[in-house]
């Protein structure tokens, strides 16, 4: 049964005018929506750059190149927690493409080929009593995580938190998050990188 709302909202977009603009609209509504997502990340990944600078050095912004894949990734890294030129460890966001839910946490590369006690710096992450307020399940690439429930991208009306008007906000959200994991453990994450790589 419909709301009388429903019901309004129906004659509205059934009348010809209306339906062939709405048609229009929900035409393009999809390339719209990967595009405001595309830019959000970018933008991101540009301001923590640019917030980064008072860290210190030694901080590193980097994005995957295909950002609508499964497991596409925003990393911010440190280099003590580097091998090479690939994070070890990272504060990552994963899920950045359309449809999903992102989440961020502490993540570890075990796509590196070099020889690292990858379970150890696991362990001893996931064990951090200043990381406690964090998921973590059986998942061996993630130490720590929680879902950013104020940017899903499942529905259309969730994406309104990145359109231009109101991506700001949802970035400096984003910083905060960062901002918090770095400092509730970087030097401890230093200390259990360095003493197993």
Known sequence: MKTEYEEKVFEFFTKEQNFSAAARIADQLGEIALELVKNFWHDLANKLDKVKDPWGDGWRIKMTEKYEQRYSG??????????????????????????????????????????????????????????????HDSHQWWMKWKRLSYIGFDTYQKLEGIIPANRSDTIDRCISEVVTLKDLATDQITEIVGKYS
């Open 74 to 135: 925003l990393e911010v890294t440190h280099r003590d927690w580097m091998i090479g030129s690939d994070a070890l460890v990272a504060i990552r966001f994963e899920d950045l493409h359309y449809t999903r839910y992102p989440y961020i946490g502490f993540w570890i590369n075990r796509d590196l080929e070099v020889k690292v006690s990858y379970n150890n710096i696991y362990d001893e992450i996931r064990a951090l009593n200043e990381l406690k307020e964090y998921e």
